[in-house]
């Protein structure tokens, strides 16, 4: 570890050293403050660093009590790193000027260029930085929902580190920072390949390296231990999506009244279809599952929300329920232990929105998208998203793997099984959620 830290201190003086020999060139504003989008997109950047503590609770709470105090201090320790990563590099890799269709440049490195300077939007520079900021780090938060319970805290820690620069970066960039998918013209208003995708395939390919927890394998690892907790979050993270997708208008505008609007019809809709299906499945219709079906909606608004009226808010909400409430089957039937089903919610549900962009876009709400194929655009966009998620899935999958498999050859992944039957908690923080 002492090692790894000296490279990053090592990456940090050559960043500023480079920075000291490059004049800035951001010293004019290039417009007009707009104080109702700033004081808008200030509000939306807090609502979605609320979602990754949320992340936490809605986690931890779904797990035994032993590992409920682990979900919320990984999700303090990846807002640290991916805060680092952003600052220092990340920033400029996923929104600097594009030259490859692959890779942002350097034109932001240690937020160089990056200030109070207005942007197009009306908004500072620098608070369009942070607000995409808080988009990395609850990504990266996704993840440890599916590989729970199960891995070391420093192979989490390098695992992430990794994952966050050569899979969450490199796509954002594709999508937002005027890479080769944008320039396709697929459509992604606020994540549905960038966020969901990404952390949901990673999830599968993950649990396939890292193996069933013990609990699992005893079949008693899908006993949640506190679902207020679980509903408590998941409120949380239905608060925090309206500026994750609000927001994502960069601006205090019609379409971002749109987007928040859409982004309630759907995950209001998805709790209705996600709790009929549930109650003729299983004869009831369980609070879990209601919380789960709020968050399925949610997900599947979320490439779409920008771009679909309510109509089409109303069908993918209810559509999503079905489909995610089909995606997390996915795991008993195949018998991968994906914890807490961030593939078959994120992944699946992620895919089923971005394809459903598709299918219900119109620029009647949006003059910047493209109509959908059932808004008389035919099936042009339609291939464009089936495309995009294609590319994302076996890129976010493929990577994954990879850089699991080498990890594995060179340090433990997993706890010990008496380490596992003790719990993250005392075993990676020395402390209990509970004091029983």
């Not at 990754?52 to 035994?64: D, H, K």
């Not at 692959?102 to 942070?130: A, K, W, Y």
């Not at 771009?307 to 209810?318: E, K, M, S, W």
């Amino acid at each position: 570890m002492l090692k790894a830290y000296r490279y990053v201190l090592m990456l940090a003086m050559v960043c500023m050293g480079i920075l000291a020999l490059t004049p800035n060139v951001a010293a004019a504003d290039s417009g007009t403050l707009d104080t109702g989008a700033t004081a808008w997109m200030i509000v939306a950047t807090a609502l979605v660093f609320v979602m990754t503590p949320a992340v936490g609770f809605f986690y931890g709470g779904m797990l035994r009590k032993e590992s409920f105090l682990s979900m919320l201090g990984q999700t303090l320790i990846i807002t640290g790193m991916v805060t680092f990563i952003w600052v220092v590099f990340g920033y400029s890799l996923a929104f600097g000027t594009d030259t490859s269709g692959i890779i942002g440049g350097t034109d932001f490195l240690m937020l160089h260029n990056v200030d109070q300077s207005i942007m197009p939007t009306g908004i500072p520079h620098l608070l369009f930085m942070v607000f995409q900021m808080t988009f990395a780090i609850v990504t990266v938060a996704l993840i440890i929902g599916g590989i729970a319970e199960r891995m070391k805290l420093k192979a989490l820690i390098v695992f992430l580190f990794i994952w966050t620069c050569l899979i969450y970066i490199p796509v954002a960039h594709w999508v937002w920072g005027g890479g080769w998918i944008m320039k396709m013209g697929a459509l992604d208003f606020a994540g549905g390949t960038v966020v969901h995708i990404t952390a949901g395939i990673s999830t599968l390919a993950a649990a396939m390296i890292l193996g069933k927890r013990i609990s699992a394998q005893h079949g008693n690892g899908d006993h949640p231990h506190n679902i207020p907790m679980v509903v408590l979050g998941a409120g949380l993270l239905f608060f925090g999506w309206f500026g994750f997708n609000g927001g994502s208008a960069i601006g205090s505008n019609g379409l971002a009244v749109q987007a928040l609007v859409n982004t309630e019809i759907a995950g209001a809709m998805a709790i209705v279809s996600w709790g009929m299906i549930s109650y003729f499945h299983l004869g009831r219709p369980g609070v879990l599952g209601l919380a789960s079906g709020a968050i399925a909606g949610l997900v599947a608004i979320t490439p779409a929300s920008g771009y679909v009226d309510t109509t089409g808010a109303l069908v993918i909400g209810l559509a999503a329920g079905a489909v995610c409430y089909g995606g997390i089957q996915l795991r008993k039937k195949f018998g991968y232990d994906d914890a807490l089903d961030v593939f078959g919610v994120h992944g699946i549900g992620g895919t089923f929105g971005a394809i459903a962009t598709g299918l219900f876009a119109t620029t009647a709400v949006n003059s910047a998208g493209a109509n959908g194929l059932f808004y008389g655009g035919g099936v042009d966009l339609l291939v464009k998203q089936f495309i995009a998620v294609a590319a994302v899935w076996a890129f976010a999958f493929g990577v994954t793997y990879a850089i699991l498999w080498v990890l594995k050859k060179v340090m433990p992944l997993r706890m010990t099984k008496d380490e596992e039957r003790v719990g993250a908690d005392i075993v990676q923080h020395g402390e209990n959620a509970y004091d029983m």
